[in-house]
């Protein structure tokens, strides 16, 4: 699959600000002191699934350089 560099751009800025969101619903929910337990795990996962896929895509910009 190949992609153009705006492409790259526009899904990174996506996939973060899906990332910020997540973030931000964890904090609120873990501060109403009774959460579920299974639902911030889940959250949690899907955050690291994003931030992971966030880097692959930013390695995409960097170009191969053969030394």
């Known amino acids: 699959m190949v992609f153009d560099e705006d492409s790259i751009l526009e ?3 996506t ?3 899906e990332h910020r ?3 931000g619903a964890i904090m609120a ?3 109403t002191g ?3 337990l299974l639902q911030v ?3 949690k996962k899907r ?3 994003l931030k ?4 692959k895509l930013q390695s995409m910009l960097v170009p191969d350089i053969i030394a």
């Open 11 to 13: 899904k990174i800025a």
């Open 15 to 17: 996939l973060s600000e």
């Open 21 to 23: 969101d997540l973030d």
């Open 29 to 31: 929910i873990q501060k």
């Open 34 to 36: 009774t959460f579920d």
């Open 41 to 43: 795990q889940r959250m």
């Open 47 to 49: 955050k690291l699934l």
């Open 52 to 55: 992971d896929e966030v880097e």
